[in-house]
T-cell receptor
Framework: DSGVTQTPKHLITATGQRVTLRCSPRSGDLSVYWYQQSLDQGLQFLIQ???????AKGNILERFSAQQFPDLHSELNLSSLELGDSALYFCASSVGYQGQPQHFGDGTRLSIL | AQKVTQAQTEISVVEKEDVTLDCVYETRDTTYYLFWYKQPPSGELVFLIR??????QNEISGRYSWNFQKSTSSFNFTITASQVVDSAVYFCALSETGANSKLTFGKGITLSVRP
């Protein structure tokens, strides 16, 4: 058990819809990262927050947004969903942000029908 | 730009065989970090090891060992006396210092250990 909690584990929805994925980091971790894992793209970094502030962005689509709340949990919002958004979405957390191990949650599997 | 290459895509061995998973990386940074993660069939990503660029000492943890060679930009992972429970996808990853400490992952190596 990594200590990172992601909900829900599975999500099935339709094209055009909007979903919210939730992540609670390990106790004491201030950084939260979001990654997308798909068969064609592999594991791709989306966005990072540190202590409530956005720190870095990857190839995150404009239809996607995220935030980290004062209690350090984070949410990833995906809107206007397309078939290609079907993937496993991971949240990871670390104590700081320089080279420390990132511990991953179990992921949310998103299926778009 | 940083890049991680795992040229092997699938490896199949018989239990008790030793197996080495290769990882080659590219970075312009002088300070960076290398990682290995395991993704078993259940899907979670499990952290195995972190190495910083200034520490080229090999590391051993039980049946696992890692060989870091800056001269060849490689960070290889060896499993000794493999077991069926080692069957998983193994990812090598790189993190640079600076504003973005994201992990850049290789494509992963699927290891199957047959009884």
């Amino acid at each position: 058990d990594s200590g990172v909690t992601q909900t829900p584990k599975h999500l099935i929805t339709a094209t055009g819809q909007r979903v919210t994925l939730r992540c609670s980091p390990r106790s004491g971790d201030l950084s939260v990262y979001w990654y997308q894992q798909s068969l064609d793209q592999g594991l791709q970094f989306l966005i990072q927050y540190y202590n409530g502030e956005e720190r870095a962005k990857g190839n995150i689509l404009e239809r996607f947004s995220a935030q980290q709340f004062p209690d350090l949990h984070s949410e990833l919002n995906l809107s206007s969903l397309e078939l290609g958004d079907s993937a496993l979405y991971f949240c990871a957390s670390s104590v700081g942000y320089q080279g420390q191990p990132q511990h991953f949650g179990d992921g949310t599997r998103l299926s778009i029908l | 730009a940083q890049k991680v290459t795992q040229a092997q895509t699938e490896i199949s061995v018989v239990e008790k065989e030793d197996v080495t998973l290769d990882c080659v990386y590219e970075t312009r940074d002088t300070t960076y970090y290398l990682f290995w993660y395991k993704q078993p069939p259940s899907g979670e990503l499990v952290f195995l090891i972190r190495r910083n660029s200034f520490d080229e000492q090999n590391e051993i943890s039980g049946r696992y060992s890692w060989n870091f060679q800056k001269s060849t930009s490689s960070f290889n992972f060896t499993i000794t006396a493999s077991q069926v429970v080692d069957s998983a996808v193994y990812f090598c990853a790189l993190s640079e210092t600076g504003a973005n400490s994201k992990l850049t992952f290789g494509k992963g190596i699927t290891l199957s250990v047959r009884p």
